[in-house]
């Protein structure tokens, strides 16, 4: 897992179970990470999972253990805080699903994800607001965690098909108001190099107010910004 900033995770088929079999845990060591663990992992940095903006990474996410825990922390903060104003609620409840990420190199895992995801958001929307939720939101939430969680492996940096590509990943961050920026970025440049300390991928270098060098990513594309209720609209 990898981090930059009562309610119970829903249960799953698999959530029981740290296997599904003895044969993708053979070719692929899949294996499963139970709650208890996921939890005192989390509680390491409980401070960062309870940042609404604060943007987690999971690698290798299996069918989503700890991006479910992580949501489900984050949607109590912004239930907590901005639980009386819709407006507030679905701005910041968007923002924080669209600040977990995930890949998975198994194409069942990366849909259940996205589904168990969506489902703990939409649980917990619907009981707030019930009849004047909008499918508008739900919208929202599908499309991002639909590009958020990627069927890829991390450790080649591609996709997971028939022809394979390098793995993208969306910056959405909260502009002026209730509108969103988003920027795509090639995996990759997100990475700095685990020999050197240092990145050779980012182009950008510069330094920082403690004269440090801070490697800054090179965005493939930047959008237009967008309503945070609409941001399929600028889908190709």
């Known amino acids: 897992m990898v981090t930059t900033p009562t309610s119970e995770i829903l249960p799953t088929a698999r959530e029981d179970s740290s296997v599904i079999s003895k044969q993708r845990v053979s070719d692929h060591g899949e294996v499963f990470t139970g709650r208890r663990e996921v939890v005192a992992m989390l509680d390491l940095v409980k401070q960062e999972t309870e940042r609404i903006e604060s943007r987690f990474l999971e690698p290798a996410c299996g069918n989503g253990n700890f991006l479910a825990e992580i949501l489900e922390r984050k949607l109590r903060v912004v239930a907590r805080r901005y639980g009386k104003s819709q407006l507030e609620y679905e701005r910041s409840a968007v923002l924080a699903v669209a600040s977990i990420y995930g890949i998975d190199k198994q194409e069942d895992n990366v849909s259940e994800c996205r ?7 939409d649980r917990q929307y ?6 004047a939720a909008k499918d508008e939101c739900r919208e929202s939430v599908k499309y991002i965690l639909g590009r958020n969680i990627e069927h890829g492996d991390a450790l080649t940096l ?9 793995i993208m990943f969306s910056e959405w961050a909260l502009a002026t108001g209730s509108f969103i920026q988003r920027r795509d970025f090639i995996f990759s440049e997100l990475i700095e190099s685990a020999e050197t300390g240092q990145s050779t991928l980012f182009l950008t270098e510069q330094y920082s107010d403690q004269g440090k060098r801070a490697f800054i990513p090179k965005e493939i594309r930047s959008w237009p910004l967008t309503h945070f209720l609409k941001v399929r609209e600028h889908d190709e």
């Open 115 to 121: 589904q168990r995801l969506f489902a703990i958001f």
């Open 126 to 131: 619907t009981a707030r607001f019930k009849r």
């Open 158 to 166: 591609q996709t997971v098909g028939k022809v394979p590509r390098p």
